[in-house]
């Protein structure tokens, strides 16, 4: 049993896990079980329970940790079968100990309304989260300088994907079991074993099984849409979430957008779903698949195409098919869904016959694209030079001669980390060199200028970067090569 230490770190000392150094690869739980000795208020008539609590809650008399819980059974078992129960104390109070009795217990057990007794408290494996169990399994001199574990993973349904250190190798099957263990939802943990686009251009990567089954077919939830499909295939990362929603945001109902490098489509599908049109490509043939079958999905046929084809053509070719599509007259209904109409008009039966919704509402293909998104990191930089000639003879689509702008450019890319604004700099430079006109840091809305976001840390000296800017005049215009 673990003695109550004294002095300010009694708490965090407390309730840390034994410190187990078994053998490698060896998991055994039940070395993780560790009994407490605390003291409790034991309340003769549980109605007042709550009372006590709050009153003990004041001069912080109670425990007060997440994950236990507070009120208890009384440790007598006779008196644990006519309901009475405890109330778990902080661990500076001991039952055999008055002197350490706040006043609040004090005047309880004086009126007979409450007891201090002793109370064992066990913790077990389960209770221990995956970082308290790695660094009591983990040697120390493994932990980098900020105490640091391998905890990171990039989950795709019930896959956990890792990237593990080599000096973590020896561990790998431990540290996988527990991520199991800790994590509800994980199912399958798998390592990578080579880097991404090594061993192809579709940015897939070989992997070896941790722990769990060999099965990669997975179901994904984001930004209110469901992807479904084969990790091993295809590129996904869930730590992306956030910057598919950002740039999501900015697409307005109406607009057109390219995404050039599309996936399996956690851009497009989302910005369908707001009534954004989307022309949506990507080059790995399994990616297109599952992007063709998440439309469907999600239900935003009318809104996004997919295309696969080499992104290089695509831009262009995309400008070409959306002017197109708005000459003919495409377009998207909106309008109430099956189950608006059934309840506006109950008596209806459906027909089989393609009749005009009451209240729906016809919304036209732009002519123009609004966005490009170039999510390739590690290459769509040198993509930007395809945009010479983007609108070639079409300079009456946009101002002076109308309302309308041209295209606003998202393109990621990776740098080196630095301290100052050398990153921004080296990324402007190379925007400047593939499309031919020299872009300057600043704002994205300004003529000339690349606003440049930070989206994550990739590596502890590479980041994530997101450079957008408007195609200059020069390059849209300019004769196609």
Known sequence: MADIPAGDDAMSSLFRPPVIRSALGVLDKSLFSKTINLAAAAVADKRNIAAWRQKLLKENSLLGLERIQGVVSHPDQ?????????????????????????????????????????????????????????????????????????????????????????????????????????????????????????????????????????????????NDCIFRFDYSKVYWNSKLEGEHRRLINLFQPGEV??????????????????????????????????LDENIKRNKVRQYVRPFNQDGRTFIREAADLVYAASTNGEHAVSGPNRREQRSRHPDSKPTGKSTSIPGSKRIPIPS?????????????????????????????????????????????????????????TDICERISTEIGIKMKFGEAENAYEVSILEVRNVAPNKRMFCASFRVPPEVAFADRP
């Open 257 to 290: 957008v390219c995404d050039v490098m599309a996936g399996i489509g956690p851009f497009a599908v989302p910005a369908g779903k707001k009534g954004v049109f989307v022309w949506a490509n990507d080059y790995n043939p399994e990616s297109y698949r599952y």
């Open 368 to 424: 123009t694209i609004s966005h490009f998104i170039m999510n390739l990191p590690a290459s769509a930089i040198t993509f930007l030079s395809h945009f010479r000639g983007l609108y070639a003879g079409r300079e009456q689509l946009f101002a002076p001669h109308t309302g309308t702008r041209l295209p606003m450019v998202h393109v990621h890319c990776f740098a080196p980390k630095a301290d100052d604004d050398t990153p921004f």
């Open 78 to 222: 006779t008196l644990a079968s006519q309901g009475t129960k405890c109330l778990l104390l902080n661990p500076n109070i001991k039952a055999q100990e008055p002197e350490t009795w706040t006043p609040t217990l004090q005047e309880g057990v004086a009126s007979k309304e409450i007891g201090v007794v002793p109370y064992d408290l066990l913790l077990d494996y389960d209770y221990w989260s995956y970082e308290d169990v790695m660094r009591s399994l983990l040697p120390s001199d493994l932990r980098d300088e900020h105490d640091g574990i391998p905890q990171g993973f990039n989950q795709a349904g019930h896959v956990a994907h890792m990237n593990l250190r080599e000096r973590y190798l020896p561990y790998k099957k431990l540290i996988a079991q527990v991520i199991v263990d800790k994590n509800l939802s994980v199912k399958t943990v798998i390592n990578k074993v080579a880097n991404v686009g090594t061993e192809s251009e579709f940015r897939t990567f070989a992997y070896e099984v941790l722990a769990g089954p060999d099965d990669l077919n997975v179901e994904a939830r984001e």
